[in-house]
Structures are given as C-alpha cells and as structure tokens.
C-alpha cells in the first residue's frame, strides 16, 4: 500500500486559498477499478481508496506514513502567482475588447 502526499489545488469555482494550506494524504487503490457490465459503472473492491486524511504540515503527513508503516511519495505543489490589475484597467482606452453597456 503506498500513498500520495499533496497540497490540494484551489477549484475553479474558488476565488481564494480556502482548503489549499492543508497537507492531503490519500491511500492508492491496491487493485484497478473496473467497470460493472449492468450499469457500467467504475467500482472498486477496494475501501483504502476513499480515506484522505488532512494534515497542517509535510513533516506530520510523513511522520504518520512512517509510524504506520506506509511508504509515500511526495507531490510538491508549484505556487501561483498573484495576478495584481487595478479597477482602473476597467476603464483603460487601450482596452482589448471595448467596454460597454
């Protein structure tokens, strides 16, 4: 059983950081889904898959793989930069599209 440590990325419906500053551990499924001949949908004998578990830093998520006995791997998270634009770029004359009502 191996698990991947990660910092969740913001969702596209999110405007801020909320939810991206925790640590996530999620468990690797042991056997690949399949996909079920009735319904045709994907399932899984495997429970682990659906545990995640949240941590404040890189350093609890590995020490708690270590006492348990899990090996891991570690996904390290590329920062976004800031976009900075004023209100006033709004209104600028050398605008792309024009702003009308």
Sequence with gaps: MTARIYKPAKTAMQSGTAKTKEWMLELRARTPRGIEPLMGWTSSG???QQVQL???TLE???AYCERHGIAYQV???KPSAPRAMSYADN???NRRDPWTH
Aim: aromatic content about 14%; cysteine-free; charged content about 40%.
């Design 46 to 48: 495997d429970m682990r």
């Design 54 to 56: 949240r941590f404040d």
């Design 60 to 62: 609890e998520a590995i």
């Design 75 to 77: 996904s390290e998270h």
């Design 91 to 93: 209104f600028a004359a």
